[in-house]
């Protein structure tokens, strides 16, 4: 390779590493907004579990949102991304659809699972695998996640589970543990009983969430009302921090990746600069032997 060829390719290593600096920072913005927005959900979470704390023993109020229909039918809520560029978030996510599901089965792709996806790498892993796409929220579920996208996809999953087809409604997703690391869960988002909110939010918080009846509550109309108000709402948040965790995750796996980018970019420029060194100078020790040679050869003539 010649010296020229060499810096031709110095140079577009270097741009390509400059892009990819560029996108870790960005992905690191992003990644903090998200956190924030994680943080922000929970005061109202646990807002709305005192509200329920009154009713959350009424066994009747709760029995449409924790009884499982007698079916064998499940419907999967898949968080994946929009974009590649994010290592391997997506195909630990994958692997761990597949896990999930062969616990029941030997063969993952029966009849016993339909899926609703957001990103467009979830959707067009389940058309790939010829599953059933009961519908797909990827156009909805942007950067950022609104209310009006939060609401819509809670509703449209409450009105699912209320058709008594689905035995269960789980969502699989990347949670966030730290900058460096997020782990494949798969959740149940409904049926749900009091217990398994608090368990979710203790869970995701690491502290025991308890709440107790020692205030004295006037429910008003009643508590069916009351229950079925701020069980979508809990549900609600739930979601909206599910999908946060996983807008986090993978956030932070672009970041990791970018990062990586650039730092090989950065090996690879060295490498390079290394060859171009060592084969400027041995054309420049040439050059030098080669007017050695014709000093000599004049020296012959003469």
Known sequence: ??????????????????????????????M????????????????????????????????????????????????????????SYNATLYKKVVEYVEDDNDDPYTGYYEYVTIG???????????QTLVADFSEEVKDPFTDEASHRLTTFLLSEWKTGKYSKITFI???????????????????????????????????????????EHTIEPNIQTIVDITIPMILNFMLREMISEARVSEYSARMIAMKNASDAAHKKVEALR?????????????????IVSGVESMKDIS
């Not at 010649?2 to 690191?28: C, D, F, G, P, Q």
């Not at 949670?175 to 217990?195: C, K, N």
């Open 1 to 30: 390779m010649s010296s020229k060829e060499i810096k031709a390719r110095i140079k577009s290593v270097s741009n390509t590493r400059k892009i990819t600096k560029a996108m870790e920072l960005i992905y690191t913005v992003k």
């Open 32 to 87: 903090k907004k998200a956190q924030e927005a994680v943080r922000g959900i929970r005061p109202f979470s646990l807002a709305a579990l005192e509200i329920l704390a009154a009713a959350r023993y009424n066994e009747e109020a709760f029995a449409q949102y924790s009884t499982m229909p007698d079916v064998e039918k499940e419907l999967i809520v898949l968080v994946a991304s929009e974009k590649w560029l994010c290592g």
């Open 120 to 130: 467009k790498h979830a959707r067009d892993f389940v058309l790939r695998t010829g």
């Open 173 to 215: 997703y990347n949670h966030y543990i730290s900058v460096i690391a997020y782990q494949s869960v798969a959740r149940t988002f409904l049926p749900i009983l009091p217990g398994d909110i608090d368990a979710f939010f203790t869970d995701i918080d690491h502290t025991p969430v308890h709440f107790t009846d020692s205030h």
């Open 274 to 290: 290394l060859v171009y060194n060592k084969t400027r100078q041995a054309g420049i020790t040439t050059e030098i032997s080669e």
